[in-house]
Each structure stands twice: as C-alpha cells, then as structure tokens.
C-alpha cells in the first residue's frame, strides 16, 4: 500500500482553465517531486521540492507552479491549460540522503477538452 | 541525446524464460539507477536500484550496471505472465529522469 496519495483521480477541464492537484507525501518524506506522464511516455520531470523550496525543474514553463507545505502535502498548478496538458500527473515522495527511489502516488488523470 | 534511454520493445518471452531489459544513460555523473514497473493504467512501483558496478539479485530479479559501459539492465528469472508490464529505467542526478519505458509481455 502506497504512502503517497493523491487527489482527484480524474478530471476533466476546459482549455485556458486553470487546476489544482494535490499529493499527501508519505510521513517523514522531505522531498517531493511531481510528473507528466503522457500516453506511452515515460514519466517526465516537472519540479522538485525540498523543505518547502523548489530546488529542480524540469523543461516545463511557468504556467506550471507547486507549492509543499510542512505537513508533507503538496500541489501541483497549471494555468491556461492547453489540450497537450492531458495526461497522467504523479507525485513522488522521497527521503533525501536515503538511497532508495521515490515512491508513486496513484495519480490524478487529467483530460483537457 | 536523451537522458535515459529504454528499447520500447514490445519485448515477449515465453513464461519460465529469462527477460532482459536494458537501458543506457548519458550522463556518467549519475549517481543511482532504478528499476520501476508499472501496469497499464497504474502508478510506477519501484523493483530495485543499484549504484555499484556489478550485480545486484532480488528474487527472480538481478540488476547490472557498468558505469564505464553507461548501462544498466534488469534480467527477470522465471517469467511469469504477472510481470506482464512495461519495465521504467531511473538515474538519480539530484532529480529522477526516466526512460520511455520497455513493454514486456510473459507469454503462458
């Protein structure tokens, strides 16, 4: 059973409307990344954050922004969503300084019409 | 170049056989390489890692890594049709990158 979990598990939005995803990490995880994972793709790298600073970003613009808060959760907004925003958005939860991987959440599925 | 690079197969062997997964990474600066599997619709679930060259067994599974090779792969013993999935190679280099991922499908 995963630690990290997510929410909504899907939803639909219009193109140019903005959405919120959010991730509870498991307990005692400082580090939080989240995904795009398009259809057939592997996951790709949106943002990091540790202690509640980003501190890695992928090649994503900033009309994709996060925030982590000090109870472990974290979210994950888009603005002006375009319709190669949908896909499936994982967040990953990690213990820096371990080395082990991240653990998955089970994603939100997000369709843009 | 790509960070990560994965044949996306699809990769069949009958139940019983060994599949070989195989990856190549770009950057020798990476520090540690991770196996995920993933089934069709689900989230990614980590199998191994390793950061050493060498072997490194699980159960049915063995990981391999040649840092001088920039290469690491994953054999799976015993096939069975439940490892039906698509198999994601990971290299830590302070964030995650990952393959597109291999397909492989355990034949009954």
């Known amino acids: 059973e995963t630690g990290v979990t997510q929410s909504p598990t899907h939803l639909i939005k219009t193109r140019g409307q903005q959405v919120t995803l959010r991730c509870s990490s498991q307990s005692g995880h400082n580090t939080v990344s989240w995904y795009q994972q398009a259809l057939g793709q592997g996951p790709q790298f949106i943002f990091q954050?540790?202690?509640?600073?980003?501190?890695g970003r992928g090649n994503f613009p900033p009309r994709f922004s996060g925030l982590q808060f000090p109870n472990y959760s974290s979210e994950l907004n888009v603005n002006a969503l375009e319709l190669d925003d949908s896909a499936l958005y994982l967040c990953?939860?990690?213990?820096?300084?371990?080395?082990?991987?991240?653990?998955f959440g089970s994603g939100t599925r997000l369709t843009v019409v | 170049q790509k960070e990560v690079e994965q044949n996306s197969g699809p990769l069949s062997v009958p139940e019983g056989a060994i599949a070989s997964l195989n990856c190549t990474y770009s950057?020798?600066?990476?520090?540690?390489f991770f196996w995920y599997r993933q089934y069709s619709g689900k989230s990614p679930e980590l199998i191994m890692f390793?950061?050493?060259?060498g072997d490194k067994e699980d159960g049915r599974f063995t990981a391999q890594l040649n840092k001088a090779s920039q290469y690491v792969s994953l054999l799976i013993r015993d096939s069975q049709p439940s490892d039906s999935a698509t198999y994601l190679c990971a290299v830590n280099r302070g964030q995650f990158y990952f393959g597109t991922g291999t397909s492989l499908t355990v034949i009954p």
């Open positions: 950057d020798r600066g990476s520090q540690s």
């Open positions: 954050y540790y202690r509640e600073e980003e501190n």
């Open positions: 390793i950061y050493s060259n």
């Open positions: 990953a939860s990690r213990l820096v300084g371990a080395n082990y991987g991240y653990t």
